[in-house]
């Protein structure tokens, strides 16, 4: 099992930055890919970034070139980075975690860009 908490959402004018924050209860070396996701109102859940536990990472277009994800091994910590902010980022962010037992989520942070 895995508890995640996140961090770091907040209101941010568009063109802004945040940088959110998920830690892990158990070392994020040995989960399969530790993911973040976000939900806006009224749509589906949509996955936003992945690493694998070798590091490899992944985005979904939408984001490409503006958001990086990144972990600390030390803290059990995964990051996303989030440039140029668009109103359409504006959503509920949730980090995910896939190991061979299940898939855990953490209790979500609002992310809100506005002006």
């Known amino acids: 099992q895995v508890q995640l908490v996140e961090s770091g959402g907040g209101l941010v004018q568009p063109g802004g930055s945040l940088r959110l924050s998920c830690a892990a209860s158990?070392?994020?070396?040995?989960?399969?890919?530790m993911r973040w996701y976000r939900q806006a109102r009224g749509k589906q859940r949509e996955l936003v970034a992945a690493i694998s536990s070798g590091g490899t990472t992944n985005y979904a277009d939408s984001v490409k070139g503006r958001f990086t994800i990144s972990r600390a091994s030390a803290t059990n910590t995964i990051y996303l980075q989030m440039n140029v902010l668009k109103p359409e980022d504006t959503a509920v962010y949730y980090c995910n975690a896939q190991t061979d037992f299940g898939s855990y989520w953490g209790q979500g942070t609002q992310v809100t860009v506005s002006s």
């Open positions: 158990r070392s994020i070396t040995s989960i399969n890919s």
